[in-house]
């Protein structure tokens, strides 16, 4: 493998694997400094996979990820050269929400022996969970790899009760608790990027929350958050629900919240849509709807939804997950594996 090219793979190995344990620390139940340590990670997997981004996509030598021969670029930097690059090669402001995501969570960091005495563990994890959405996206778009279907791994909401809304946290009156002027200082910075964003014509929020009564986590746009954070200063606003999915056997673990369109990123395929591709995938397939049967259980391979309470329709139906077919390769041969 060529240098550029181990490089690359190096930098976005290093950066999932940061990825994957700030999200497994961050989702343990009783764990001291959880935002100070999982912050430090989510930066971290961010910075190599924007210098793994450098790497594979900039080639102008004026603009490499190694600043000398022992160093490479600082964060900020980084962060410059790939926005500069999107808005340029692939579609302008697109990587402005998540910059700006970005430079808050490192505001956080880099100010945080002023915040020990504040509860804003709800302010962190709405900039964390969307740095992590943003993080699975960014590696999905631009590396071809879909980390969400292969580890299954979410964020969760620990500690907070749900619904949990943004604008319940962003609102003045919801913020009137936070007594020390640097923590009112980092959420009036939040509420300035959200604003800045929504005047620069960009609609993808820096935040995230986690709720049933959202219709879309994804879809909720500044001007939905802005006009949401005016009217719990004024009066309660009204959402649509969302399904919910609960990715484990066991009834003690927790609930994860999803909307019907992170749902079907998790869930893409239908019973027909298995079944062409298995007669494409494999040389024969007699038992195919007996092992379909047999994995609707399994929340790895499949999501029963159950229909809306005035829907006329009153059965379930289920939809399925890529991996369903890593259950299947065990049960027939392949085509290209028959000779």
């Known amino acids: 493998m060529a240098k550029r090219k181990m490089v690359q793979y190096n930098l976005l190995k290093n950066s999932m694997s940061a990825y994957f344990a700030a999200i497994e620390l961050h ?8 935002y100070e340590t ?7 997997a961010w910075e190599l996979a924007l210098k793994a981004f450098i790497r594979k996509y900039i080639k102008d030598k004026d603009k490499s990820i190694f600043k000398d021969e022992k160093h490479t670029i600082p964060f900020d930097t980084a962060i410059k050269y790939v926005d500069d690059y999107i808005n340029g ?5 697109s990587f402005l929400s998540t910059a700006s995501n970005l430079t808050l969570i490192k505001y956080y960091r880099n100010n945080i022996a ?4 504040e509860a804003l563990e709800p302010y962190i994890f709405m900039l964390v969970a969307r740095a992590a959405l943003n993080f699975v996206e960014f590696i999905k778009q631009f590396f071809k790899k879909d980390i969400i279907a292969n580890e299954g791994l979410f964020i969760m909401p620990l500690g907070f009760k749900l619904p949990f809304k943004p604008e319940d946290f962003l609102s003045k009156n919801s913020a009137n608790y936070i007594s020390s002027a640097e923590s009112k200082n980092f959420i ?6 959200v604003s800045d964003l929504k005047e620069a014509d960009v ?4 935040v995230l929350g986690f709720n049933i009564y959202l219709e879309s986590v994804k879809k909720m746009t500044n001007s939905d958050l802005l006009i949401a954070i005016t009217s719990k200063e004024e009066a309660n606003a009204s959402f649509s629900k969302t399904d919910k999915i609960q ?3 066991d009834p003690n673990a927790k609930p994860v919240y999803l909307s019907d369109e992170e749902l079907h990123k998790i869930y893409p395929l239908f019973y027909t849509t298995i079944r062409n591709r298995c007669k494409e995938r494999y040389t024969a397939c007699p038992i195919f709807h007996d092992l379909i049967v047999m994995i609707q259980g399994n929340p790895i391979y499949a999501y029963k939804r159950v229909p809306h309470p005035a829907s006329k329709t009153k059965d379930a139906s289920y939809i399925y997950s890529e991996r369903i077919f890593e259950f299947l390769d065990e049960h027939y041969t392949k085509k290209s594996e028959e000779n």
Do not use: C, G, Q
């Open 27 to 34: 989702n343990k139940p009783n764990i001291a400094y959880r």
């Open 38 to 44: 999982v912050t430090l990670l989510i930066m971290n």
């Open 89 to 93: 090669k692939v579609k302008p402001k």
């Open 114 to 117: 002023h915040f020990y005495n």
């Open 188 to 193: 009036d910075k939040i509420l300035k990027v």
């Open 203 to 206: 609609e993808e929020s820096v």
């Open 247 to 249: 990715i484990s056997n």
